[in-house]
C-alpha cells in the first residue's frame, strides 16, 4: 500500500485500487490520463481503479492507494 500524495500531485506508483476511509466524491486521473470522478463513494469502500493521481476537487478522506 502506498498513502496518497498531496490531492493534485501524482503518486508514487500506479495503483491497482483505492481504499476510501472517510466518503465523498473521489477525482481520479487513471493510468491512461483520463480524469473520472466517483460520487457518494461509501465509508471504507475499495475502488478497483488505477490511479496514478487523487485530484483537489477529492472530498474523500483517509485514500490509501493499494499496488
Excluded: H, K
Excluded at 10 to 29: I, K, N, Y
Amino acid at each position: 500500500a502506498i498513502g496518497t500524495a498531496a490531492y493534485g500531485t501524482a503518486l508514487s506508483e500506479t495503483t491497482r485500487a483505492l481504499f476510501v476511509g472517510t466518503g465523498g466524491t473521489v477525482v481520479a486521473t487513471m493510468a491512461n490520463g483520463v480524469a473520472l470522478t466517483f460520487e457518494n463513494v461509501q465509508d471504507g469502500s475499495i475502488l478497483p481503479i488505477r490511479a496514478q493521481e487523487i485530484g483537489t476537487a477529492t472530498t474523500a478522506t483517509g485514500i490509501v492507494g493499494l499496488v
